[in-house]
Structure formats: structure tokens, C-alpha cells
């Protein structure tokens, strides 16, 4: 970047004053049309990419990166946005997380010619830039923990065969999910869910600053505007403003805006009420979040001082985000232990009084009755429900509920292969 584009981006702020990060938005992947809710939650996460390690490694304050996860349906853009960001900020990396683990996500220790190595991978080799997880909710539960330091602290430590190393891995992520299919979710069109179907451990879920529903408009207004403005960029030549948002990004990343006085109070107040009326919405992150948001959109706007207005601007985005949760606490937090939940229901409802019943036909039984625990332990929306995908040997999901139930003091069992579950008499008297 030369002075003259320094210029150019100052210029181009000020012209737009306080709607900049609009039309910032507006330039964000032309050939993707809308979702400018998870186009605006790309930018904020990329200008806050960075090192912050100065800031976690001596506890002097809190980390500035936000990370932000794409929460929907198949087929909504989740992952052109990712491919979008990740071209947008320099050593940044896109990975598909189908078949990845925690492990092959940040380092691993590996044995060549008698000798251990350590191998760094993607988070790590990403740092002070952004790394895109797709299809983040495929990761092993077990698994994803090994993001947990990466996320919050921008370092881990691996102690393997003899080699201990702190790694520093200031990352921003960015992360796309489907989310699990419910049938007490009638119309996933309308943008609402259930914190239960995002297949995410909540210690991750809860690092994630921001988290956006990813849905299509269905109105007939929103589906015909759409054919005309698709029809459009298929005739015409679309533009494209990489080059300008990469250098603008850049720019705004080197930024650090100090919070007004006056601010606090609105900051204040608003968590309050927020943590008051919404306890599940996450711990005391939450008010990080926010200060983030702020500093972030101020960042957008090329400002040195967070004022009133962008405060404003951060609280409406993230009211905007969390009003697409529905209260989720009358199901669990995590998807296996609702499968659980729904297969030890069964079996208590069903099984009583000495029978007996595989642990197969269990699988087969809950995932009839629900569609989460279809869509969580087969990955599948379709009708027809293949009892081979829902044996312990192949099915690393099938084993996390097996792992729960055999764990439960009701539940003994009968017979180990075929592995057979029956409901105590205690659990009947009591």
C-alpha cells in the first residue's frame, strides 16, 4: 500500500461518513446477492484480525479478534463467504473441516526417520490473519476443544514424545455449519433456531462472537427481486472490489480506536438487561463481545474514537443476531446429549418391566421420532433412515450417545454384542 491509496481510502470514508460500513457491505462478493447480515459479520471479523498476543499473553487485557460462525441450510452461500474473506486478508487459509480433528486443525508431533517433528497446521500457520473452517459442525466433539486456547488465548501448548512447545497463534476464525433439522422447528426459513442445533460444544459456541443464521427470504417481493437481480449479474459483468476492501481492511486494521467515557454507561446498561432477561446467552464473553463490536465498527469507519453512534450501530447488529435464537432451555446445549436424552426417554418409556432392546433399534426408534437426531447421527435429511450408518463400529456419533447412556445408573447392560440396554428396576420404582 502506497500513500496514494492511503489516500483514496480516506477519501472514500469520508464521503460516506457514518454509512461507510454499508456500502462496504455492498462490496463484499457482488455475485452473492443479500446475507448482508453475514457479509457485514465477515468485515467485522476481518478488520479485527490481528496479533493480539501482546494484549493475552501478559494478561494486560482481552483478546481484539472476533470470531464469527455461519449458521444454516445447505445451499445459502456459508461457503463463498468464508472463500470471500479468506481472499481478503493476506496468509489467511480456507479448510474444508469434513474430515479434519482438533489435532490436524493446529499441530501434531510426527515420526520421521526415528526422529519426532513438529508439524504445525492451518490455525497455526495462519496467525495474525484469518482461518475459514468449513463445515465446521463435522469436527469431532472430542476434538474440538483443541481450539478452545487458539480462540481465547491465541496460543497453545502440545507435550508429546518428548516435545513441549508454546505455540503463539493470534487466529481469527471464521466457521460455517448446517445446522440439525428439527421437527419442532416447522419453518427454519423464518431465521429462528435453537442454540441445540448448532452441532458445536458449547465452551466453542461460547468463544464464537459472533454467531449468524444464514436464511433465504421466501416472500414472494424477496424471490422475484432476487431472480431479476441474478438475471442481472448472469448478462452483465459483475464488479469486483477485492482489490479495494483488501487495501481498505488493511488499513482499518492497523487502527486502534479508544472507547469514550460518554460510552460506558450505554455499554453499561445495555449489558445488563441483556445478561438479566437472556442468561443462556452465553457467559460473561458476552460483554467482551459487545466492547469488540464496537471497536470494530469504529475500525470500518477509519475512526480513532468509539463514539455514541457506533455503539448504537453494534448494539442493533448484535440484537439483530440474537433475536434469530429461540430459547433453548428446555432442550440441551449439545446435540449428543439430546439424542440421549431422546433414546434413554425411549427406552424408560418402551422397555420397562425386564425387556430388553439392542442399542441399534434404539438409534433406529429415535431417529424415526426426531428429526435432530436423525440429522446428527446420520448427517442426512432424506426420509429413508440406513440402519448400516447407525452401527458403533462405524458411526463415532453413535458411540458418544452409547458412551452416555451406558454411563446412566439405569441402564445395564444385557449383552455386549449386539450390544443390548435394559431399564433397572430401581429407575421403575423410583
Known sequence: MNDLDKQAIKRFANMFDESVVSKLVDMYDRNIIGLDT???????????????????????????????????????????????????????????????????????????????????DPVPLSKKSVCALNEFGNIPFEEQKYLLDVMEEGE????????????????????STNILNSSYDPNPSKGTIHLAQIPCIPPVRDRFDLIIVVSEETSDDALLDYVDRKLKILSECSPNYDCFLQKYIQYAREIEPELDPKCTDQIKYYYSALKKSNPELGSNRVLETII????????????????????????????????????GSNVPTEPDKYAYEKCFKILKGRYLKNSEVRFEDLLYEACEDDGVVKAYLLNSRANIIDRNKLKIDTNHKARQVKDLLISNQFVRIVKKKPLTLQIEWAMHDQ
Open 292 to 327: 469488540r463490536l464496537c471497536k470494530a465498527t469504529a475500525k470500518l469507519k477509519l475512526k480513532q474514537i468509539v463514539d455514541e453512534r457506533d455503539v448504537t450501530e453494534a448494539i442493533e447488529f448484535y440484537n439483530l443476531l440474537i433475536s434469530k435464537y429461540v430459547d
Open 156 to 175: 497453545f501448548t502440545i507435550n508429546k514424545y518428548g516435545i513441549n512447545s508454546n505455540i503463539l497463534s493470534p487466529t481469527t476464525i471464521v466457521a
Open 38 to 120: 453475514a457479509k457485514k459479520g465477515m468485515l467485522l471479523s476481518l478488520v479485527s484480525s490481528g496479533d493480539d498476543s501482546s494484549n493475552t499473553s501478559v494478561n494486560r487485557g482481552t483478546r481484539t479478534r472476533i470470531h464469527c460462525l455461519l449458521v444454516g441450510n445447505p445451499g445459502v452461500a456459508k461457503s463463498s463467504l468464508l472463500k470471500k474473506a479468506v481472499k481478503l486478508v493476506s496468509n489467511s487459509r480456507y479448510e474444508s473441516a469434513q474430515h479434519a480433528s482438533g489435532r490436524s486443525l493446529t499441530a501434531i508431533v510426527d515420526k520421521e526417520n526415528e526422529h519426532y517433528c513438529l508439524r504445525l
